[in-house]
């Protein structure tokens, strides 16, 4: 969209955010799209209920001769709505749907060249297009009224915006828009001191957004020149040299959108470049509170713990994890970092990063940290240990779930309930008997097309979060480990047979001895118990459904968890 003509600056000041009383009704919208998609809306911002009985609409056949196809309006028009008339040959639906009148008048069959006007009894009040000329004004274009303009017997471009061919986004709607923009955030990066970027809540009117008049910093800082281009919602300000970590107003009078609302004395406080925070800790702790758009430093040094980039698998964007040195508990330490692009092949699981700046966001509930200042970041070359926290899945599932986000932590003695091999990015159920949880593979990681584990192992990843619960995924194979010795007891050698069974579960223990078992269900919860048993003793599992159950046996010189199939 972009305006014609060079008044209207000082129109969209005059009728700011104020509703305006026009003199009688207008035309607020006139659209020539293509084939038969045509339409003008008629607006009353009278100030009372306008009889349309007393009006018609004309039009003016290729710049010659008088208006004619007189089209005759009936109906009361409601004040502050519109009335729209649409071809009835039109073939788009958002334009029909939006008509107060589908009609074959030859008045809604005009062209480029061909002048509309609004006349009452035979007086003319309103125009758009220039009379008696055969040149193509308006063809294959949507026109709207500037708000508060006219009307005008005679046709004034100054009072009227230019949208693309079949855009009937504003059809039905004149007058709903008499807000000035705001300012939506202001963003700046320290690597470059002479520039920042306003960003507003809609697109601007180009002459006015690019007026350095319109803007001013405190602080000692200046504007020296402003830069915008049609459809942007946002313009680059080159300033005189702002100082990072240093608080500045911009304050904004004049700036205006397409329908002339003009801003006066909106003001935005923002931090140039960056605000320090000591560590991730403090970082994820302004979760509920950080300003959109606002870099954040990380004084203290971080270690990577995961790198998920495309690695082959087509992918054109790198993930990294991070978590504060010489954090004791990964758990409200850690950050994932969205979009690593230049540094991504220079990290690698341990590097340890200074001067990390970035901003901060919340998507879909996950925490992370986003727009990633690469040239400030400084990659050490120093390696350093990675801390792994040891959660239970009662904890990832309990109220406290949120703060584990991104954090590197290890689960001991889970069953898949899944077999076969691991896909790209595919979510499986893991248990520890009492509770279940979401195994979720990557884009990436050596363990991709590895058998599912059969036995109880234990696991490490990185946390995510989707449909508000935990989720943990992996980086490598190590990361899905051998059997697991739970609460620190030995793993039993123990014979299970047969194995899938249709009944009975036969168990031996290679050192025999008094044993007890317990069955769980892999979705979480126990199912059956039995106390004191023997080896070689048979359990009935014909009570149960079809599927999948960790059965553990517990003895006094040790532990086992094994997948068993009922059938």
């Known amino acids: 969209m972009f305006i014609l003509g060079s008044a209207f600056l000082g129109l969209g000041m005059a009728f700011a955010?104020?509703?305006?009383?026009?003199?009688?009704?207008?035309?607020?919208?006139?659209?020539?799209?293509?084939?038969?998609?045509?339409?003008?809306?008629?607006?009353?911002?009278?100030?009372?209920?306008?009889?349309?009985?007393?009006?018609t609409l004309q039009t003016q056949r290729n710049g010659s001769g008088e208006y004619g196809s007189a089209l005759a309006l009936e109906g009361t028009l409601a004040n502050g709505l519109t009335y729209v008339i649409v071809n009835s040959e039109c073939t788009n639906s958002d334009l029909t749907d939006a008509a107060d009148l589908l009609t074959g008048s030859q008045a809604m069959n005009f062209n480029g060249n061909d002048p509309v006007a609004l006349f009452k009894g035979e007086t003319k009040i309103d125009e758009v297009g220039v009379f008696g000329s055969a040149e193509n004004w308006g063809a294959e274009v949507t026109l709207r009224r500037i708000y508060g303009t006219g009307p005008s017997a005679t046709y004034n471009a100054e009072e009227w915006t230019e949208a693309d061919r079949d855009d009937f986004s504003d059809v039905g709607s004149y007058g709903a828009d008499i807000e000035a923009p705001s300012i939506r955030m202001v963003t700046g990066e320290a690597s470059d001191p002479n520039t920042i970027m306003a960003h507003f809540t809609e697109t601007l009117d180009s002459l006015s957004a690019v007026t350095v008049s319109n803007y001013t910093l405190d602080n000692g800082a200046t504007i020296d020149s402003a830069i915008y281009q049609s459809g942007w919602e946002y313009v680059v300000l080159k300033t005189s040299a702002l100082t990072a970590g240093t608080e500045y107003t911009l304050t904004i009078n004049g700036v205006t959108d397409a329908a002339g609302n003009a801003m006066e004395n909106e003001t935005y406080t923002f931090t140039f470049g960056y605000i320090d925070v000591e560590n991730l800790a403090a970082l994820n702790a302004l979760r509920d509170s950080y300003v959109?758009?606002?870099?954040?430093?990380?004084?203290?040094?971080?270690?990577?713990?995961a790198v998920i980039g495309s690695f082959g698998s087509g992918q054109s964007t790198t993930n990294v994890w991070v978590q504060d040195q010489g954090c004791e508990t990964t758990v409200g330490h850690s950050m994932m970092l969205y979009r690593i692009e230049e540094n991504a092949s220079n990290l690698q699981v341990g590097s340890v990063i200074n001067n990390l700046v970035g901003q901060l966001t919340v998507y879909n509930d996950l925490i992370e940290m986003t727009y990633i200042d690469e040239a400030s970041m400084e990659i050490t070359g120093e390696t350093?240990?990675?801390?792994?926290?040891?959660?239970?899945?009662?904890?990832?599932?309990?109220?406290?779930?949120?703060?584990?986000?991104?954090?590197?932590?290890?689960?001991n003695?889970?069953?898949?309930?899944?077999?076969?091999?691991?896909?790209?990015?595919?979510?499986?159920?893991?248990?520890d008997g009492s509770n279940t949880m979401v195994f979720r593979t990557n884009r990436e990681g050596s363990y991709l097309g590895m058998d599912i584990p059969a036995e109880t192992v234990d696991v490490i990843g990185y946390i995510g979060w989707y449909g508000g619960q935990c989720q943990i995924s992996p980086r490598m194979r190590e990361d899905i480990g051998a059997q697991s010795a739970n609460e620190g007891m030995a793993a039993l050698e123990i014979s299970l047979f047969p194995n899938p069974t249709d009944g009975d579960l036969n168990i031996r223990l290679q050192d025999g001895g008094r044993f007890d078992v317990n069955v769980y269900a892999v979705?979480?919860?126990?199912?059956?118990?039995?106390?004191?048993?023997?080896?070689?003793?048979?359990?009935?599992?014909?009570?149960?459904?079809k599927g999948v159950y960790v059965v553990e046996v517990k003895a006094a010189q040790g532990v086992s968890r094994s997948k068993v199939v009922v059938r």
């Open 17 to 55: 955010q104020e509703s305006v009383t026009l003199s009688d009704l207008i035309i607020s919208e006139y659209v020539e799209g293509s084939s038969y998609n045509k339409a003008i809306e008629i607006y009353n911002g009278t100030g009372a209920d306008v009889d349309l009985s007393a009006y």
């Open 413 to 431: 003695g889970v069953m898949f309930a899944d077999e076969g091999t691991f896909e790209t990015n595919t979510s499986y159920n893991i248990s």
């Open 384 to 411: 350093a240990d990675v801390v792994v926290t040891t959660v239970t899945i009662a904890e990832l599932l309990g109220e406290n779930a949120q703060s584990y986000q991104n954090a590197l932590v290890r689960i």
């Open 523 to 545: 979705t979480g919860g126990q199912v059956l118990s039995r106390k004191g048993l023997e080896s070689g003793s048979t359990i009935d599992f014909s009570s149960l459904a």
């Open 292 to 305: 959109e758009g606002q870099a954040y430093r990380i004084t203290n040094p971080v270690v990577v713990t």
